[in-house]
């Protein structure tokens, strides 16, 4: 098989039947990773997983995890041939009817026309088994390269398991390119590619002033208020209508998007009116669109996720409390490294109101995918062969445990080639995704793997 | 029967065995007002107050209002005679031996020595019948007065239908004199009468900016974090740390207690280590004791109760949340006015946050009882007369809206003749009340009706 796209295409549309057949068998499991009562079905889901690189002929392994288990795939040619592993996840969000609002059930795979609905869809079995289709191509084509697949069951928990479980089989994993495939593009009109993911630091604050609850009329006026003080230091924290964060040196080491970077940004397709519509927004920090665009994705933050302590209920309660907590976190960006900020929030904590305890939450470093060189040049290749557009590299928001992990362990650059599009539904209710999408997919895949056989 | 100490005391002490049955009788009525359960309880407990008022020779009148009953008692010798009423209540905080340190079951009357034990022996039955004993001696020395008792189910859930029912009622309860007795001493040593009680305004502040939760990568840094705003307002409205309000006007009314007052305030053996100890801080705004009585009594404050909105679980959720609620209330001072403070706040959070919203909850005025002239001479002598040491006039940090409605309806100052000592455990497991406050009261009672009987 040549690769030229109208062969692909050809031969993509033969496998239609049976990409749909088989997609349909993944999204009616409900592998859902952050359900107790599920985990019967991540078990199905990771055999049927084996199963299915099997039924493509490669030799498939369960990698048993402290928590839910890996599934690696291996289709081997030739010991001289570079390896590529191609990561996608496997579990999905929760899902319901009853408390959302589904036009399907969310665990039935429904076809209409070229879209395809169901949770998981996009999210990421999709785009797994666009890859899997992919690699099939890549095989009859003969292309000289060893394609593995990594298939994680937690991701949608926060991999809590996959650092230490791909450390201990770092041998068998090993690999000289890897390849995600779980992003989102920002418009079905241009393709995009993450140049980057943010970390995170999470921090709790907590201050005790008392032991219980006081009566604000016998004591108020003297005694300290923990929701206050913590308000107020929070407040000294960052400007919460800016969102600028006050903290001395927590912008050190921010590298702001180059010429290109923001070049990129601006041909994204990112309009605020659909950002504001995609998130229900009545309002936002800003209205200037690369503003917006440098604040979500190439900037750090600090948020409030909520406040612990006091009366909740109905009306006013006028109780002073005996303590309070906030639950902070901090988005960061290339180059920012968390140990850092963690000691900057505690000498400013420190300083401005000493008796506040700092814990330290989870963190993750902030990822920077390459935007040059042979790689990314291959991504953009294999982007315009199949969508007919080079994709901009824009960045991640978010911060995806699993991709640093793989960089630090498998020490080669993590790639992204991502399927989804907004109007997909990541998350949401009635999540879809669509054949053109996932045909282009598969020759994208084949024309990367193609690209990487040749360096 | 003459008014000297001696016979009065000696007579107490003949009525004493009387007196404790009648405590136990109604601390054995758990009228707890804020439980809903308790409802017979109270209506037991109205009926055994009416037929005390009957067995002790007056006529009683349960009047019913929009809550729970008053119990009007009258004792009148002649239509010549000017009218005085006492004020207490005889509904009491809930209580609980499996979730507070009770000793001994809270609604079970345990003698131990001079001390009575049992939720409402000293807020506030015990009191009320410390009164009770007064009125029966006055009407044995032919005291030329009419005294009447007021009692309330209600006061211990903020006397919602209180001021409505007066109001209705205002013709058959019309009173010359008013004494409440209801209030704490600073400490067993020292006699003490409220000067003034502080006023209420409570505020609702909410803000919306989202409809759903929104993922802090995808939105951070562009969506508005209602927690962080709220965070922010407050804190410009006040800062937590020294208490101080903010807020331009805000202290504009106030009127700092006089020379006497905080003579006063020092004889009144208030204590920081005590204060520290009965309310079980670990650290207060203050170490100076009469500033810290200056905080608690003559200052207003602002309080924040509690913040609503975001995730408040375990560990740390990484959403932006599309709405929080934060609760403040504020205690005033004689001369301050809720209205006017609403409007202060009102203009202050349309100029730094006009997207928040601002309600406006309960108001209470503060109080400011007479500290000198013939009513407070008649309270300094009564008490000297029974306790061997004249009253310090102190303040209640705290607000009886029932005292501000008595005012206005009966056109007459309050005035407070309290039994209650700090080791007694208002609101607090082991809830107690003693013999000499019992009989010191009694005969502070009726010195103080043969005082107001010669005006």
Redesign the interface.
């Known amino acids: 098989m040549n690769i030229d796209k109208k062969t692909l295409a050809a031969w993509a549309t033969r496998e239609r039947a049976q990409f749909e057949d088989t997609l349909k068998q993944f999204v009616e499991i409900p592998s859902v990773s952050a359900e107790e009562a599920r985990k019967p079905d991540i078990r199905r889901c990771a055999d049927a997983a084996a199963k299915l690189i099997r039924d493509f002929g490669g030799e498939a392994k369960i990698i048993e995890t402290d928590g839910n288990p890996l599934i690696h795939g291996r289709f081997t040619s030739s010991d001289n041939y570079p390896t590529l592993t191609v990561y996608n996840h496997m579990d999905v969000q929760p899902a319901s009817r009853e408390t959302e609002p589904w036009d399907t059930d969310p665990f039935v795979f429904t076809k209409k026309g070229n879209r395809y609905f169901g949770r998981g869809t996009t999210d990421d079995k999709g785009p797994a088994l666009s890859a899997m289709w992919g690699i099939r191509a890549a095989r009859q084509a003969n292309i000289p390269i060893n394609l593995n697949v990594l298939w994680e069951l937690e991701e949608e928990i926060g991999s809590p398991s996959f650092e230490d479980a791909i450390k201990k089989h770092a041998d068998e994993l090993a690999t000289d390119h890897m390849l995600v495939s779980d992003t989102i593009w920002v418009s079905r009109q241009q393709p995009a590619a993450p140049a980057g993911l943010?970390g995170?630091q999470?921090i709790?604050l907590k201050l005790?002033?008392?032991?219980?609850d006081?009566?604000?009329?016998?004591?108020?006026?003297?005694?300290?208020?923990p929701?206050?003080?913590?308000?107020?230091l929070?407040?000294?924290m960052?400007?919460?209508?800016t969102?600028r964060v006050k903290m001395k040196g927590f912008y050190d080491d921010v590298v702001p998007p180059d010429k290109r970077e923001l070049a990129d940004f601006r041909n994204s397709g990112f309009t605020i009116k659909q950002?504001k519509k995609d998130?229900?927004?009545?309002?936002?920090?800003?209205d200037d669109p690369v503003d917006?665009m440098?604040?979500?994705w190439a900037?750090p933050?600090m948020?409030?996720?909520?406040?612990?302590?006091?009366?909740?209920g109905p009306?006013?309660?006028?109780?002073?409390?005996?303590s309070a907590e906030v639950?902070?976190?901090f988005?960061l960006v290339k180059n920012q490294d968390p140990k850092k900020i963690q000691k900057i929030i505690r000498a400013f904590v420190k300083q401005h109101?000493p008796?506040v305890k700092v814990e330290i939450?989870?963190s993750m470093y902030p990822y920077a995918a390459p935007t040059s060189g042979p790689l990314a040049d291959a991504i953009r290749d294999a982007m315009k062969f199949a969508f007919g557009r080079e994709p901009v590299f824009v960045r991640?928001?978010?911060?995806i445990g699993a991709v640093v992990s793989m960089e630090k362990v498998f020490k080669t650059p993590v790639m992204f080639l991502g399927l989804s599009l907004p109007e997909h539904g990541y998350?949401a209710p009635n999540e879809n995704y669509d054949w053109q999408q996932a045909s282009g997919g598969i020759v994208s895949f084949v024309k990367y793997f193609d690209n990487v056989s040749k360096m």
Not at 315 to 322: D, F
């Open positions: 943010r995170l999470g709790t005790q002033t008392g032991t219980t006081q009566h604000s009329g016998v004591t108020g006026g003297a005694a300290r208020n929701i206050g003080e913590l308000a107020q929070v407040s000294q960052y400007d919460a209508r969102g950002f998130h229900l927004f009545k309002s936002i920090r800003s917006v440098k604040r979500i900037m933050t948020e409030i996720h909520g406040l612990v302590g006091g009366y909740t009306g006013i309660k006028t109780i002073i409390p005996p639950k902070l976190s988005r109101n008796d939450e989870n991640e928001g978010g911060s998350h």
